[in-house]
């Protein structure tokens, strides 16, 4: 079956705008979650959403969002970028919770100038 | 914040050699995940061994879990120059719903 898919691999984007990242999970996977990978902080929790419900955030500012919709495909936005927005940005998906290992996507790599 | 710390930070081994990493934790969880990453692309699910149990197998793969001390170990057998990466232990609470990742290990494997 089809793995996770991140959509796109890499972005560059400049100071101040704001980007949409895209997941698609595996089939029949209604928990979809996100974290973010930097050298400095390691991998940390985002946001996890399960039929369209946000039900866990990270310690993240507001700037940071998500949705999950009806097919379980998730996006996340980060609006008014600063350089410190520069990561890895992992999808993963679950068959329910944490109870199963996630599987995870590729990531997309978000580059800040 | 991350949950907690991975030792060494980076090991370097001949390969056919075993391979031993640990993962200490702070809080109670429900199960301890271990993943691998290379070069920087995504995680990908080794195995998982739930809070009841103190040791588990997969291939060339050991886990154990020490809940007492919240530890855990990876032991890779018969090391291959494939296993280069890094690995992540991660542990999981129901009911939060998120993982919360250690600091990782950089495994290199010396053909």
């Known amino acids: 079956k089809a793995g996770v898919t991140q959509t796109p691999r890499y972005l560059i984007k400049t100071r101040g705008q704001q980007v949409t990242l895209s997941c698609s999970p595996i089939?029949?996977?209604?928990?979809v979650s996100w974290y973010q990978q930097t050298p400095g902080q390691g991998l940390q929790f985002l946001f996890e959403y399960f039929s369209e419900t946000q039900r866990n955030k990270g310690n993240f500012p507001g700037r940071f969002s998500g949705r999950q919709f009806s097919n379980s495909r998730s996006e996340m936005n980060v609006s008014t970028l600063e350089l410190g927005d520069s990561a890895l940005y992992l999808c993963?998906?679950?068959?329910?919770?944490?109870?199963?290992?996630?599987?995870f996507g590729s990531g997309t790599r978000l580059t800040v100038v | 914040s991350q949950q907690g710390e991975e030792d060494p930070q980076a090991l370097s081994i001949q390969e056919g050699e075993n391979a031993t990493m640990n993962c200490s934790y702070k809080?109670?969880?429900?199960?301890l995940q271990w993943y691998r990453q290379n070069s920087g692309r995504g995680l990908v699910h080794l195995i998982l061994?739930?809070?009841?149990?103190r040791e588990k197998h997969s291939g060339r793969l050991r886990v154990t879990l020490d809940t007492s001390k919240k530890s855990s170990s990876l032991l890779i057998t018969a090391s291959r120059a494939a296993d280069t990466a890094s690995y992540f232990c991660?542990?999981?609470?129901?009911?939060?719903?998120?993982?919360?990742f250690g600091t990782g290990t950089r495994l290199t494997i010396i053909p």
């Open positions: 809080t109670s969880i429900n199960n």
């Open positions: 061994i739930r809070s009841n149990e």
């Open positions: 089939s029949g996977h209604r928990s």
């Open positions: 991660a542990t999981a609470n129901f009911g939060n719903e998120k993982l919360t």
């Open positions: 993963a998906s679950s068959l329910e919770q944490a109870r199963y290992g996630y599987t």
